[in-house]
């Protein structure tokens, strides 16, 4: 009986040790995918440079940095002034209103206009560099967006990388939850890659557009870089990215030059 007692005893014992150890590798390959902020990207608080930094008489209205890039600049309020120039820093568009969840950000692309991007040309000073996301080992190393603004240092997961015609996004941004809904819908399906990020309506977005001739002056010239704030308790992650039937353009261009 005593001997029976103690089979028992021990047959509980090894199926508490074995429950505790599915439990921890359950408990790690949940988080095996967690990214340590100070690994992962090298993004540095702008909060002070972006309340004292002036440029002309243009407002400056926050900072972007985009990982993987030298982007690193103050974003300031669409002037004329702003277009004209472009050294530097880039532009928020003035169709922005508070309390709406679509900012659009514009920066010029000057050097970096080939068929062939160039990856972190150090002469680039402007958005010259999203065009390393038309590379699917870029897009898929590099997912995360630092804008600093009202005070606080915000992290946007990327979403969607796109072209587009010039008339296909003017910067509008959005107060009602059914445009932006369909917004969100109509630049999944137009990306070049199918990004494992949950986007609603709910969510805070942000545009990073630049121009480009990557398909000649005639085809598709504009650029663009989606990304949704992240959400409350959210952790940085190094989500899937998959090229997808988009992308053939992408191929087919290369192939042709």
């Known amino acids: 009986m005593k001997k029976s007692i103690k089979r028992m005893i021990l047959c509980a014992s090894l199926l508490v040790i074995i429950l505790i150890g599915?439990?921890?590798?359950?408990?790690?390959?949940?988080?095996?995918?967690?990214?340590?902020?100070?690994?992962?990207?090298?993004?540095?608080?702008r909060i002070d440079l972006t309340n004292t930094y002036k440029i002309a008489d243009a407002e400056t209205v926050g900072w972007i940095q985009v990982q993987g890039t030298n982007i690193d600049y103050p974003v300031i309020s669409e002037t004329n002034n702003a277009y004209a120039t472009g050294i530097d820093y880039v532009w928020r568009t003035?169709?922005?209103?508070?309390?709406?969840?679509?900012?659009?950000?514009?920066?010029?692309?000057?050097?970096?206009?080939?068929?062939?991007?160039?990856?972190?040309?150090?002469?680039?000073?402007?958005?010259?560099?999203?065009?390393?996301?038309v590379y699917e080992d870029f897009?898929?190393?590099?997912?995360?967006?630092?804008?600093?603004?009202d005070g606080k240092?915000?992290?946007?997961?990327?979403?969607?990388?796109?072209?587009?015609?010039?008339?296909?996004?003017?910067?509008?941004?959005?107060r009602d939850k059914d445009e932006l809904k369909k917004y969100i819908n109509n630049v999944k399906d137009a990306s070049i890659y199918d990004y494992d990020v949950d986007v609603d309506s709910s969510d805070e977005l942000i545009s990073l557009i630049t121009c480009t001739r990557y398909f000649g002056r005639f085809g598709k010239t504009q650029?663009?870089?989606?990304?949704?704030?992240?959400?409350?308790?959210?952790?940085?992650?190094?989500?899937?990215?998959?090229?997808?039937?988009?992308?053939?353009?992408?191929?087919?261009?290369?192939?042709?030059?």
């Open 22 to 45: 599915l439990v921890i590798s359950i408990l790690f390959l949940k988080n095996s995918n967690l990214v340590k902020k100070e690994d992962y990207y090298t993004f540095e608080s």
């Open 94 to 133: 003035n169709s922005y209103k508070e309390g709406e969840n679509r900012t659009a950000i514009y920066g010029h692309n000057i050097l970096n206009v080939s068929s062939n991007p160039i990856i972190n040309g150090e002469e680039h000073t402007r958005f010259e560099q999203l065009m390393g996301f």
């Open 139 to 149: 897009a898929k190393e590099n997912l995360y967006i630092q804008y600093t603004h």
């Open 153 to 174: 240092d915000d992290i946007y997961k990327i979403y969607a990388v796109t072209f587009l015609y010039s008339d296909d996004d003017i910067g509008e941004s959005y």
């Open 223 to 257: 650029f663009k870089v989606d990304a949704r704030k992240l959400r409350k308790n959210e952790n940085i992650e190094k989500y899937s990215v998959y090229i997808n039937e988009n992308y053939d353009i992408i191929k087919e261009n290369r192939e042709v030059k």
